[in-house]
């Protein structure tokens, strides 16, 4: 396992070794009510790598949930757009060795396949998953850091505050439903946690997150780092306010993880990252 950073990045890369699993639901928590806690497991998992609090893989469902779980030969897939497979982008939340489970934390909603498979997971079911290709370790030693996400960055939104030092100034924005979709956070000195309620809107068509960051002033000191995973809306225009008051674009790690209206989302798009 060797770590590189490339040239003026602060983010270490860790090339992992790319295989698909097939995994079985061992165990699911209603962690809020719009999150779903799902842990896989199965002798596929052995070897499984994960280091970075973002990193992710991509999950293979069943064309229908109930239906059985069919996978490719990794080698002839037609990736991401093979009509053939449903596959969609999880972070990996946790993966402890010695427990050999693999844990995602899942939005329950009834517009997408996953979405709709989630809201029915039970002990049993089988996914695929694959990856993650890359651990990315983001700084741990900056002077303040903000945090941003909805309910499908939350599991590497608390990934990130597991991993920060202690005392370190955090402001962390997430926008869910209600207080009934908040999930139980890290509790840390230096956090403030503002959980942000979007009511009887849709997903993914407020402006909380942007608007909430825009009036928070920038901690003084620095450099800092901002870290968000939300609806690609709401992504692109908190980071258009944070370049506009300055934050060096090097300093965000910012990505849309789903866009409203759009299936299968490609978050290396422009459009996610730009
Ligand atoms: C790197 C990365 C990590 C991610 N990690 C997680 C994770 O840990 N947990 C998690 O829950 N999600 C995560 N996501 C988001 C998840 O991949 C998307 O929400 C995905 O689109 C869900 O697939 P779907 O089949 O339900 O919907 P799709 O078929 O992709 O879309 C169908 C419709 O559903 C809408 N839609 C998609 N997601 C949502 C949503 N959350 N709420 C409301 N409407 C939605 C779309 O806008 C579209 O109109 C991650 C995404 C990325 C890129």
Known sequence: ???HAPTGSPVRKIPLDLRLRRLTVQRVDELSASVRRVALAGPDLAGFECH????HAKVFFPA????PLTLPDVASWG???DPRHVVREYTVRTYVPSSDELVLDMAVHAHGPAGRWAAQAAVGQ???VL???TSKIGPTDRAWYLLVADETGLPALTNWLERLPRGVRVHAFVEVGGPQDEVPLP???GTQVAWLHRGDAEPGSTTLLPDAVAATPLPAGGPGWVWAGAEAGAVRAVRRDLTERGVDRKALSMTGYWRRGVANFDHKSPEAQG
Not at 52 to 55: A, E, K, L, M, V
Not at 64 to 67: I, K, N, R, V
């Open 1 to 3: 396992m060797t770590a």
């Open 52 to 55: 970075g609090p973002s990193d």
């Open 64 to 67: 229908e949930p109930g239906a």
């Open 79 to 81: 990736g991401r757009q």
């Open 126 to 128: 089988e996914l695929g």
């Open 131 to 133: 990856g993650p290709k």
């Open 187 to 189: 509790r840390r000195e």
